[in-house]
């Protein structure tokens, strides 16, 4: 894995699969980040930096890395949730889902 100080632009990291070898390596762009274009639901990400939000960033950085282990995106076998494979807005989107359905069950009336 490589880290490097860029901006892709589309995602938070990339995987090398170029020459026909699958899963050769990855790299996590510290300068990409959390655009609520990508998902309402960031948070205190939201519109930040990768390098800025390092728990984000491990996150993301790791789920490159899992996928030289050849694993999947979640949301390709079943359906998108919190586990490390299912991609980072998605992710972002199960936990904002999970907070509104809480605060609606929180203000509903006895």
Known sequence: MIVVPAK???SRG??????GVP???CASFS?????VSDSSNFGL????????????FLRSATHELTHTLNQ???EQETAADNSIMTTTPSVADV???RRAEKR????KPS
């Open 8 to 10: 892709l632009g589309c």
């Open 14 to 19: 990339i995987m090398y699969d170029t020459i």
């Open 23 to 25: 899963r050769e390596g």
């Open 31 to 35: 300068d990409d980040g959390y655009p």
């Open 45 to 56: 990400a939201a519109n930040k930096k990768q390098r800025d939000v390092l728990r984000a």
């Open 72 to 74: 999947i995106h979640q």
């Open 95 to 97: 936990l904002g889902g």
């Open 104 to 107: 609606a069950n929180a203000i």
